[in-house]
């Protein structure tokens, strides 16, 4: 279905596209099945929670570009494997709280990985490079946004008092497109994409970096939140 | 549009499965509308609650399966009654809050339906066992969450405390995938499987059956919710 | 891709439209951000909130009616005109808070301008007129509630405490379908819908009409809002 084959979607070869893509959506289900346990959820809670976490972005970005049924419908692995993060959350919970930061080096990672093969599948299916980028960007962070509509929360992707997390994955889409309109797009270059996205995650956790609020709030807007 | 019609689409008669669609869409419209007055919305917003509950699963299935326009904008009774839910519950509301135990009995009844249905058409439309019986899930239970997601509640599908809902559900698409699988689905075979699911929910109301939550998770998580 | 074209689509010139298109986002936009800044969110959950409250209704319909990509992925000023909005806001949101009347003004246009457009659009992708009216609506209101989603407050649409907002939008989407059903939808006349729907949405804030609760609701139900 896809209008233009001169990208070259086989970034990585598909083995270890499809290995990587399987961790990404673990460590992204784990964090799905970790709030669902904070916020008091049951078993099947916790499994809803870990399949739209880690498969949601990829769905938004299908069901706009027009790719149903949705990989995160015809791919097995993709579907069995929140189900495993799940039961780890469910029987080792304690555990896997310990380790919270290794997870988040995890996520980071998988940020950076579906940030680059978002871009590279929806500029494939004909988008521009602007809407391309946006549908990365949609990829990465997505399954984290309906995460935390389903938890009742407002996203912390848009809250000012979280580490930068739209902006890596900002970074690592925009280099894609870049290369794509440079005619550079390589599994080379496409790697160095990932881990830049991955590197500027892991620094902004690291520093706690933040992005601005809106200029003279104070002076005029009450506090909501 | 459908790919694969080996699989008895026509369960029940034309005539029978409309009448039975309509009922269930009227069941689920009825506790969207109540959800709206308990929220203290106004008649629109009651409208738009019923609309949503009622059909909101269905467009879910009907999105990722690619069959556009969705069922619930091609079908004028799916549309209208929602409206008459909506009219009942603006003038009735006290009286059908009292009957709450009857309609939840039609809720259930509902949800054993539309698992099945849905399970069955996402299967016609070319997907695979597993996604097939995620979506029948999808269409028996989205509508309610998109219901509580617009009322600003955690969905109640999630929370531990309420009784089973989606596993009857599940059992209810596992069923019909075995029986597609095994090649013996046929009228009879799927009302079996609309029954069991049926059943299944009333018994989890009447004994108020629950499922766990996480292992452990007293002992390091605070509860937030 | 549409498949009716005997509907006169081209409504407005092609270029009063897209100005008028992009008048409307400019001022859909604005009020996202202006949540945004109430909610504490940084500077990219103001272009998120932007962007989703301007583009998110014609993004529904277009997934609906199967227009993929939807527009907003294919037109670089829909995209760009929300993050215009965003940096307006980001540095002067005081300013802009001042002349909120102003804005309230511009989105009853913006209401207006999207229920006509969108049943239009419906229509010509081959809905009937109940559809496509449905579907003029969620253009109209559909960004509005992903806002109050995204916001995690309930959507103020459905709230009776506010001034009627989705009726005018019913009001000038059944305009249109009623002068598609006797054929008299022209230039002149769909103004005239566009026009009904600006103004009632102007009276409904000047003399804040309402929509009705449930009757006797207050005997019965607790409030819990």
Tied chains: 1, 2, 3.
Aim: glycine share 10%.
């Amino acid at each position: 279905m896809g209008k233009n084959h001169s990208v070259p979607t086989d970034l990585f070869s598909q083995f270890v596209q499809h290995a990587l893509d399987l961790a990404g959506i673990f460590v992204f289900a784990i964090s799905g099945a970790l709030l669902a346990v904070r916020k008091n959820f049951d078993v099947f809670g916790l499994a809803v929670l870990a399949e739209v976490t880690a498969l949601g972005g990829g769905l938004i970005r299908d069901l706009i570009i027009g790719a149903v049924p949705p990989a995160a419908f015809t791919d097995q692995g993709y579907f069995v494997t929140p189900l495993i993060a799940t039961a780890v959350v469910f029987f080792l919970h304690p555990e896997v709280e310990r380790i919270n930061t290794t997870i988040n080096v995890f996520d980071a990672a998988g940020l950076g990985l579906f940030c680059v093969s978002g871009t590279i599948k929806a500029y494939d299916y004909g988008l521009n490079l602007t809407a391309s980028a946006t549908l990365g960007l949609a990829t990465a962070v997505g399954g984290g946004v309906l995460r935390d509509l389903l938890g009742n929360d407002v996203p912390s992707l848009l809250r000012w008092d979280r580490d930068l997390y739209a902006v890596p994955a900002m970074v690592g889409a925009t280099m894609v497109v870049v290369l794509i309109h440079f005619d550079a797009l390589t599994p080379a270059t496409g790697v160095v994409a990932v881990i830049c996205a991955f590197g500027l995650r892991l620094l902004a956790m690291r520093f706690h970096w933040r992005a601005p609020r809106a200029w003279h709030r104070r002076s005029t807007v009450a506090e909501e939140v």
